[in-house]
């Protein structure tokens, strides 16, 4: 088995990533930490005991985290998530509360005690991940793998530049790109060609294991979002969004990579959080300016969104 943490800000496709790690057979999800992003941290907290519930899973540890970025207010997406988050579904509070050490700490903890076995995936702004690595810069070469849903090589969500989770704390993406451990990025570019249609949907209700109704529901509400950003063209089918990086852990020949220099924009102005991938793959090509922020990393350029369907679905 695969030893995984989830760092989320949960968030429909958050749920749906949670789920999808806690079902696989070959994953085994050692602890999942909370990150202000898509709402504000006590709420994704709140979600993603919930969701372990649902999952049947409320052994799992849980741990809150920053509350907001490193150096800039914190801004949610509740218009893309609900007010809950949860796009309105109701799912019933967890039975128990959340760990009573910071997010950072579990991290620490989880990573260290098993060297080089975990694998981190991050599915929201970067900032306990950043914080992690500063506080404790020994977490770095013992992580196993880090994948990071974030940032685009092409267009942005949030911004025409810049993608949610880089944009709402650059700084920590800088930090955390450019710090030399094993990366995968999952961008836009790959995020929206993961979907599941209606038939998906109807044999997630019809199952009877935990968490597949909650699935179906999540996704069902999800049916046409993004679809402008996305190439989405099947009228019925909902894009898994951060489920997606999940099953390029589990199932990694799924995903194409390349690897590439990336750099994070951070100054004020119309690209901030942009993730300028150097696409020219030209050793003797003029470095991106600055060092700050700039890491080599292993870009996913083109996903197999049929089979990570079926993945999911299974
Ligand atoms: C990312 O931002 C959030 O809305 C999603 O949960 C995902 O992690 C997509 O830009
Ligand atoms: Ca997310």
């Known amino acids: 088995a695969i030893d995984v943490v989830l760092d989320v800000d949960t968030g429909v496709d958050d749920a749906l990533a949670l789920l999808f790690a806690t079902a696989h057979p070959a994953l085994r999800v050692r602890a999942v930490t909370c990150v202000a992003g898509n709402v504000d941290v006590d709420q994704a907290t709140r979600n993603s005991l919930a969701v372990l519930d649902a999952a049947g899973h409320p052994d799992i ?21 609900g007010d809950n988050g949860l796009g309105g579904i ?21 990573i260290m005690d098993s060297p080089g076995e975990v694998t981190l995936i991050a599915l929201a702004p970067l900032t306990n991940v950043a914080l992690l690595l500063r506080m404790y810069p020994e977490t770095a070469a013992a992580l196993g793998n880090v994948m990071v849903m974030g940032g685009s090589v092409g267009a942005g969500n949030t911004t025409a530049a810049a993608e949610f ?15 030399g451990v ?3 990025m999952y ?12 038939a998906g949907v109807k044999r997630l ?5 935990p ?8 996704l069902e509400g999800r049916t046409g979002t993004w679809r402008h950003e996305s190439r989405i063209t099947e009228p019925e089918a909902a894009c898994v969004g951060d489920a997606g990086a999940v099953c390029a852990v589990a199932d990694p020949q799924g995903l194409t990579t390349r690897s590439l220099p990336v750099h994070v924009a951070l100054g004020e102005g119309p690209t901030r959080g942009l993730t300028l991938v150097d696409v020219r ?5 003029v470095p991106l300016s600055g060092d700050v922020g700039v890491g080599q990393v292993d870009v996913g350029v083109a996903v197999d969104g049929a089979r990570y369907r079926r993945l999911f679905v299974e």
């Open 187 to 198: 961008g836009l570019d790959v995020f929206y060609q993961v979907t599941v249609d209606a």
């Open 205 to 209: 209700l019809e199952s009877s294991k």
């Open 90 to 110: 109701d799912v019933p509070d967890a039975k128990r509360s959340a760990d009573s050490v910071h997010a950072v700490e579990l991290l620490r903890r989880t």
């Open 182 to 184: 094993p990366l995968t």
């Open 211 to 218: 968490g597949a109704s909650l699935a179906a529901r999540l």
């Open 61 to 81: 540890p849980v741990a809150r985290g920053a509350d907001r970025p490193l150096l800039r207010p914190f801004n949610g997406a509740r218009a893309v998530h």
């Open 281 to 285: 793959g030209n050793p003797n090509s």
């Open 165 to 179: 989770n880089i944009w709402q704390d650059p700084e920590a993406a800088a930090i955390v790109l450019s710090s």
